[in-house]
């Protein structure tokens, strides 16, 4: 017992272990971790400081950018809309027909006053949309700007609709052609691929006038709503018979239109009626009347019967 317990004292008191990597104690303390230093609260604040000046910086600058931006775009729309550059110095005006003679000196004399205005801020549509009213013998206007001074104007006018021959109680006539709104384009003459209307104006305010003067060119001889009816009413007679309607003669004063068909015989019609339902009237009486083969004088679809299908004719001896 005394020779273990002298050997304990002895390893004791030489410090050593039984670990087998185990040198010394001085050396294993070596290995243990320091801890890092805590930075000192001051450089933080400062890094802090930088970086807010940094920020700042930068949206200074970003205002700066949209500021110089704004700027130039501001100069840019000066310089377009303010400079001479760009100023109205002439205007051209054509026309389609003679017949807007006067309307295209109107427009040209209307114009003149928008001289020397921008270019660029002129509105096109407002002194279209006015000249219209103003003018509606006009069809249309189109106004183009022609950069950098100038603008280029096109009026185009009615379509011829029909010829018109007046016919007068004393055997007097007279030749016209008419357009869309039933004003003269044309006087003394006939267009071959338009259908005639032959006026008959007995005692009324024509007959009056062509004793003291003559019709003259741009003077509404009939309205547009009668024109549009009397051209109607020929080409549904057409397409429902299938008979060529030849002249169509408009009792002005009677408010009456009697078709001359190829088959020589006349269709009258009462304008103040449904002119459809007149013509239907005939189509149901072909079960009884074959207008294709019966040598007709004329067919009245005026007179209403009782039932409304009442259908006059009249054959010729």
Known sequence: MSLLSALRKKFKKKGRTRHAAFRDYRSANTHKTRKRPINPKIKTQTKSKKGHKKQRYKAVWK??????????????????????????NSVEVNSDSDFILEEKQAVTLYLQNVLGDNLLSFNSQEHENYLLKEYPNIKSIKIKKDFPRNLLVNLESYSDSANIQITYEDGGKQFFIVNEL???????????????????????????????????????????????????????????????????YYLKRAREVHLYTERDFFVWIDLTQDIGMQLNKLKKAM??????????????LRISGQNGEKVIYKVSE
């Open 63 to 88: 205002w700066m950018k949209i500021i110089i931006f704004l700027a130039i775009i501001i100069f840019l729309l000066r310089l377009l809309f303010f400079s001479k550059y760009f100023a109205i």
């Open 182 to 248: 039933g004003i003269i384009s044309s006087v003394g003459a006939s267009n071959e691929y338009l259908p005639t209307i032959v006026m008959d104006v007995t005692g009324t305010d024509l007959e009056i006038k062509e004793e003291n003067s003559t019709l003259i060119l741009g003077e509404t001889l009939l309205s547009q709503e009668i024109l549009e009816k009397l051209l109607e009413t020929e080409k549904d007679f057409e397409s429902k018979f299938n008979v060529q309607v030849l002249e169509v």
């Open 287 to 300: 079960t009884k009347l074959n207008i294709y083969e019966e040598p007709l004088l004329y067919i009245d």
